[in-house]
């Protein structure tokens, strides 16, 4: 298959990128300045400007595109660089989309923050409701912005994205070498439930939403088994081989995580019903196993 990827050299696209090809796919990475290689295509999401033709060849449209939500202090400015770089990039290529004579599959990213930062014990799925905050809306701009592909009938998917654990970016490379010397915390009350999946199954799940032409909706991108930040705590401790018995305070977290402590205080108990219900099968289910292949 031909897939073009907006958002191919941050962490996640990368990783997909490889994978793609190893999987004997052609990739056409889509870049916004310099001399593209053979294998890129300029274009500018601010300016609705996207190679029409590149997007009427393709099968797969995949848009990760997005500024970080990690970068503190979390300004006006910056949170409407967060949604902006979202939104006009989904909607440029969900325009682009819908303008092909056979509108192509666009697989869109978003985040399990559009079911809030704080929902407790309750487990949520793809036909739960959304929740409220910041990142809430963003991330309901961000699928909304697809609006144009969905109404010209093509195959649409949303990726709910978790916490990815993989010891090169995301949440783990911060956290694992404080844990490699002996600074591993429960954060906050310990008793939120955090939502993590693996690099290698999330970038397995793109590609079999890649590959299946009947998968379509919402779909969240966490491992089957919940687990609580205590349980993650003594889990990662485990994994690297040094004690876990202290506890950082929530303002602490905020300081030193800034806008990623959202996703470590907060309770989001996600559920992948949906990837599950369409056939995926998870190579790193549950925590332990989510780890030993983020750390390996």
């Known amino acids: 298959m031909h897939v073009v990827i907006g958002g191919a050299s941050g962490f996640l696209g990368s990783a997909l990128t490889a ?11 889509l870049v916004r300045s310099g001399e593209p290689a053979a294998d890129a295509s300029l274009w500018d999401p601010y300016a609705g400007r996207v190679d029409q033709e590149l997007v009427d060849r393709a099968d797969a449209v995949v848009n990760l595109t ?6 503190w202090p979390r300004t006006k400015a910056r949170r409407q660089e967060i949604l902006q770089s979202r939104v006009m990039a989904t909607s440029t290529l969900a325009k682009a989309v819908a303008a092909s004579s056979s509108p192509t599959t666009l697989i869109s990213g978003s985040g399990m923050s559009w079911y809030g930062t704080d929902r407790g014990g309750e487990i949520l799925t793809e036909a739960g409701s959304t929740g409220s905050g910041f990142l809430a809306e963003v991330s309901r701009q961000w699928e909304d912005s697809a609006a144009a592909a969905l109404e010209a009938g093509a195959r649409t998917c949303f990726v709910r994205t978790s916490l990815v654990l993989d010891g090169s970016g995301g949440v783990l490379k911060l956290m694992a070498p404080v844990w490699k010397l002996g600074g ?22 793109v590609t079999f939403l890649v590959e299946r032409d009947d998968a379509a909706g919402p779909f969240n991108f966490a491992m089957p088994e919940s687990v609580t930040n205590a349980e993650f705590t003594d889990a990662l401790g485990e994994a690297v081989h040094r004690p876990t018995f202290l506890a950082a305070p929530r303002f ?20 992948p019903v949906a990837l ?4 995926f099968e998870f190579e790193t289910p549950d925590l332990r196993s989510a780890l030993a292949s983020a750390l390996s």
């Open 66 to 71: 997005g500024s970080p939500i990690s970068k």
């Open 276 to 279: 599950l219900n369409a056939g």
């Open 184 to 205: 591993g915390a429960r954060l906050g009350t310990g008793r939120q439930y955090m939502s993590l999946i693996s690099l290698v199954d999330w970038v397995r799940g």
């Open 19 to 29: 994978h793609l090809r190893r999987q004997g796919h052609e990739v056409t990475r």
């Open 252 to 271: 602490a977290v905020k300081a030193a995580l800034g806008g990623i402590s959202e996703d470590l205080l907060g309770s989001l108990r996600v559920s």
